[in-house]
């Protein structure tokens, strides 16, 4: 999926995740980077970006990862969050970057549901950075996996 794809994907699905600008940097075998620039729109009354806005960008960056891997797999392969944990470490103003670089772990575990039809989990985690390279946010989403 590149840029365009993504940001269409977006626009036409998840209109709220556009609306509050979540993009994606780069989606590559190993890693997916998403971006969110504070605004007016995902703001909260603290003057910082609303955690839930965090969460959709860093929710991308795991989870657009693996639909790109299931869809390279070429298997049809349910995926779910089944847990989610956050911390929030700095105030979220300017531009945060989320990146995720499990795309060797992800592989493994694709493969695994796929050879044993089983279903299978793995926790991915995703860091979020202000434009000065501070950490403001650590995700971990633990997703499932079974083939359909």
């Not at 269409?8 to 209109?15: A, C, G, K």
């Not at 926790?123 to 079974?146: H, I, N, P, Q, R």
């Amino acid at each position: 999926m590149n840029k365009t794809q993504f940001h269409l994907y977006l626009f036409t699905q998840i209109p709220i995740s556009w609306l509050a600008g979540v993009r994606l940097k780069n989606l590559d075998d190993e890693t997916c980077v998403t971006t969110v620039k504070f605004g007016w729109l995902n703001q909260n009354p603290f003057k910082s970006m609303f955690w839930a806005v965090q969460g959709m960008a860093a929710e991308f960056s795991t989870g657009f990862l693996c639909s790109e891997k299931i869809r390279k797999s070429g298997k049809k392969i349910s995926m779910l969050v089944v847990k989610n944990e956050a911390e929030f470490t700095k105030k979220a103003v300017g531009r945060i970057t989320f990146s995720c670089n499990q795309g060797k772990e992800l592989d493994a575990v694709i493969q695994k549901a796929i050879e044993t039809g089983t279903g299978q989990t793995l926790t991915m985690y995703s860091e979020g950075k202000d434009e000065k390279g501070d950490l403001v946010s650590k995700f971990a989403f633990t997703w499932s996996f079974k083939v359909k």
